[in-house]
């Protein structure tokens, strides 16, 4: 079993991810760290604990960055993710609490305690990351893995035609990161956005006779809408967040490519993440899935 801390901004895909990544017994996840981006702060935490709930899974929450490094008011994407961040479905105040300790300070802590062991799945901007590796730089050698659902390094963005939102979010974040040292994978709109959940699964999902499932049904169903509008006749939505957590259980799912990576930090390529040879830590950088396999595999542990 992998040690696993999960680092989310739920988010309806991020919420996959938790359900994907604590059904799968390859990984342990010791711990799960918010960040805004999908929503603030608040709701993407309060979102982490309602569907723990819903889940009937008790894993301790650690509540991160409220904003990025870099000023600028940040728009919430509502329109993919719901006024709450869960497609207008959180039907509860959660009975948990977030932990009294930081996310910044957990990651660092647990890095430290257990050396060469930890596996950081990081599915939304990378501000906690980056305030970790800069608070405390010697965690860039003791973390086994960094697996990272951000970027579009061959193909183009989905916020802007170069950037991919959990980078765009962050880029003064994300650009600490992939050059800090960390042994960081990138799981980007290079594979991820040739992972389709079919809408028919959601079909299958309703006829479970579990809260858990439906209410799961409902939030993807408006993502699902959100796609069908950017990308019509998509006929469902990507598995951005879930894709990740499949390459920290079996990745022989993707095929990588080593390079440096830069992230672009002025102009209207802003948020672009650009793979170059001139030098720096190398990253895996994703660039083939096998789309069946891994969608066989998450539609068999979801629920
Ligand atoms: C990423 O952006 C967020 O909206 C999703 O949760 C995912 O992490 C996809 O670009
Ligand atoms: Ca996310």
């Not at 257990?114 to 860039?140: C, D, F, H, S």
Request: aromatic share 6%; glycine share 8%.
């Amino acid at each position: 079993m992998k040690p696993v801390i999960l680092d989310v901004d739920t988010g309806i895909d991020d919420a996959l991810a938790i359900a994907y990544a604590l059904n799968s017994p390859e990984l342990e996840v010791i711990g799960l760290t918010t960040c805004f981006g999908n929503a603030p702060i608040e709701s993407t935490t309060r979102n982490t604990l309602v569907v723990l709930e819903k889940l009937g899974k008790m894993v301790p929450v650690y509540a991160g960055a409220d904003k990025q490094l870099k000023g600028g008011l940040k728009k919430y994407p509502t329109h993919v993710h719901g006024e709450d961040g869960l497609g207008n479905q959180v039907d509860r105040t959660p009975e948990k609490r977030a932990e009294s300790e930081g996310a910044v300070d957990y990651i660092i802590n647990q890095v430290i305690k257990q050396p060469q062991e930890i596996t950081i799945i990081a599915v939304g901007p990378l501000t906690n990351l980056a305030l970790a590796v800069k608070k405390e730089p010697e965690i860039a050698s003791l973390v086994k893995e960094v697996i990272i659902m951000g970027g579009a390094v061959f193909t183009a963005g989905n916020v802007t035609p170069y950037s991919e939102a959990n980078i765009i979010t962050d880029p003064e974040a994300a650009d600490i990161v992939f050059s800090s040292g960390l042994p960081v994978t990138i799981v980007g709109l290079d594979v991820t956005m040739k992972t389709l959940l079919p809408r028919e699964a959601l079909t299958d999902w309703r006829d479970l006779k579990r809260d858990a499932a439906h209410f799961f049904a409902d939030m993807t169903s408006f993502y699902m809408q959100s796609y069908e509008t950017h990308h019509p006749g998509i006929g469902g939505c990507a598995l951005h967040d879930p894709l990740a957590v499949g390459v920290a259980i079996d990745p022989s799912f993707v095929k990588k490519e080593e390079w440096s990576v830069k992230v672009v930090l002025e102009g209207e390529e802003r948020g672009r993440t650009i793979a170059h040879t001139e030098g720096g830590p190398k990253i895996q950088v994703c660039t083939h899935v096998k789309s069946e396999t891994f969608l066989k595999h998450f539609l068999g542990r979801i629920f």
